[in-house]
């Protein structure tokens, strides 16, 4: 089973060119951008999960809050301080070394003060002696001395995560998910009508359960049971709130929407079927897919597209275009307004999760196995032995995980996974599903 969540956030905060994405880089290391290579699409973020000393946490640059072009110094820095202070659990304040504290800082220090949340404060570009010297001198009003770092060269970032392990707060793990129930994630960008739609679900005349609250910040789960079968809507408080700054910035809305995703089964991508396809909405498919998770997309506002005979047919064409990797993703056209086609999502995505339930025998394994390999033999690459495939077997559900046994597995990489990864969904009815094929040496047997 995934464990679920319940890590607290860190926001770096600070003026433009201070260096927030150089330190963000710094700190979370490679796992920036994330590939699916199924997709082809690189989903470049600006949150992901770091650790040090045994502490785990979200980091969120919040550089990347953009609100257009012409858009004043002052409304960028309120806007972003704004975000951040609605979303996270500690602020790591950044300021220039060089240029010392500004106007600019002592107004986002004046603005974070009030929240009385935790501030830690770092004075980034402190890549020599003096100028550490410097830094550490920079004592912003009603907060701590700044710690001297140096993102690019990573001078003093152990001093400054030590000073951020002592200030995070404690979490409980999120409980484990319960065997037998869906965990839905309602996601999408911005105003696509994710509260509206979620609110219909909870009123078509079902029984909902409770709305227990998570030690994730503000974050509510809902159950409730549909013809016997029980579900669980996550994170619905992130979806049902309106007006708040995380749904008016669509950056704080799709880092939301990665850590819903990251405790659901089934993922709901809201597009809203008036507009053109965002990129946003590209780009939180991905995330789901990305995380073998089984997607639905659900093309709202259904009711105020003007029909004609081809109007369908246009549509499934688009979204074939832009979300090429999701092939056999369900598709269900909706209206939360008039609820029509509401009732069938659920449903929906408890099939999608039966499916990635599923164990095929290995004997089944083995037999599909063989024909796909007689019939399409794996690359021998450099090597001038033969790549030989043994055997396979299924080693996980949620998300169908295969294991696949060779004496090469470096050949056995890239479009042969893929390849296999496809034959393995159609011969064994994944449809819908995300699976993962691994590749494995097999360990010769000891001689008798």
Same mark, same amino acid.
Not at 166 to 182: F, Q
Not at 193 to 212: D, Q, R, Y
Not at 365 to 375: D, F
Not at 428 to 444: C, D, I, M
């Given at each position: ?24 880089? @710094? ?7 994330? =590939? ?6 690189? /989903? ?10 045994? /502490?785990?946490?979200?980091? =969120? ?10 858009? @004043? ?32 800082? #002592? ?13 830690? =404060? ?119 709130? @309106?007006?708040?700054? +995380? ?18 089964? !089934? ?37 105020? !597209?003007?029909?004609?005979?081809? !109007? ?9 275009? +832009? ?8 598709? !269900? ?81 890239? +479009? ?10 159609? #011969? ?14 097999? #360990? ?5």
């Amino acid at each position: 089973m995934r464990s679920s969540d319940g890590l607290p956030t860190v926001a770096i905060v600070g003026r433009p060119n201070v260096g927030k994405s150089t330190l963000f880089n @710094r700190i979370v290391g490679q796992r920036v951008a994330v =590939v699916h290579d199924e997709a082809g699409v690189t /989903r470049d973020r600006n949150y992901s999960r770091a650790d040090w000393s045994g /502490r785990r946490f979200w980091l =969120v640059d919040t550089g990347g809050v953009t609100l257009g072009d012409g858009t @004043r110094m002052e409304l960028q820095i309120r806007e972003q301080v704004e975000a951040a202070i609605e979303e996270c659990d500690v602020v790591l304040l950044l300021l220039d070394a060089r240029v010392g504290l500004t106007a600019d800082d #002592e107004e986002v220090v004046r603005r974070l003060v009030r929240t009385r949340k935790p501030i830690v =404060v770092a004075a980034n570009k402190a890549d020599e002696e003096a100028s550490a010297l410097e830094a550490a001198g920079i004592v912003p009003p009603g907060l701590d001395a700044a710690i001297p770092i140096a993102a690019t060269g990573g001078r003093g970032i152990g001093d400054l995560l030590d000073a951020l392990i002592d200030v995070l707060p404690e979490r409980e793990a999120m409980p484990e998910p319960e065997e037998g129930v869906v965990y839905v994630a309602i996601v999408g960008r911005p105003n696509v009508g994710k509260s509206s739609l979620t609110n219909a679900i909870l009123g078509e005349n079902k029984m909902i359960v409770s709305e227990v609250a998570g030690t994730t910040r503000d974050s509510v789960d809902t159950p409730l049971e549909i013809d016997g079968r029980r579900y669980v809507l996550v994170d619905t408080a992130g979806i049902r709130k @309106r007006g708040r700054v +995380h749904e008016l910035v669509e950056y704080w809305s799709s880092l939301r929407s990665v850590r819903a995703i990251e405790r659901c089964d !089934v993922a709901v991508v809201v597009l809203d079927a008036t507009e053109p396809v965002a990129d946003q909405d590209v780009k939180i498919a991905a995330e789901a897919a990305g995380r073998f998770r089984s997607v639905i997309l659900v093309a709202n506002k259904w009711d105020a !597209v003007e029909k004609d005979p081809d !109007v369908a047919r246009r549509y499934e064409e688009r979204l074939a275009f +832009h979300f090429k990797f999701l092939p056999d993703a369900p598709l !269900v056209y909706a209206s939360a307004l008039t609820k029509r086609r509401v009732d069938r999502i659920l449903p929906e995505a408890g099939r999608l999760a039966a499916i990635a339930n599923r164990r095929i025998p290995t004997s089944q394994v083995n037999e599909v196995l063989r024909r796909i390999v007689a019939e399409t033999p794996p690359p021998s690459g450099r090597s001038a032995r033969l790549t030989r495939v043994f055997y396979a077997t299924q080693v996980a559900i949620r998300p169908p995980t295969f294991a696949v046994f060779t004496n090469h597995p470096e050949n056995v990489e890239g +479009h042969y996974v893929r390849f296999l990864r496809n034959r393995f969904k159609d #011969e064994f009815g994944f449809a819908g599903a995300h699976l993962k094929v691994v590749v494995r040496k097999r #360990e010769r047997e000891p001689a008798e």
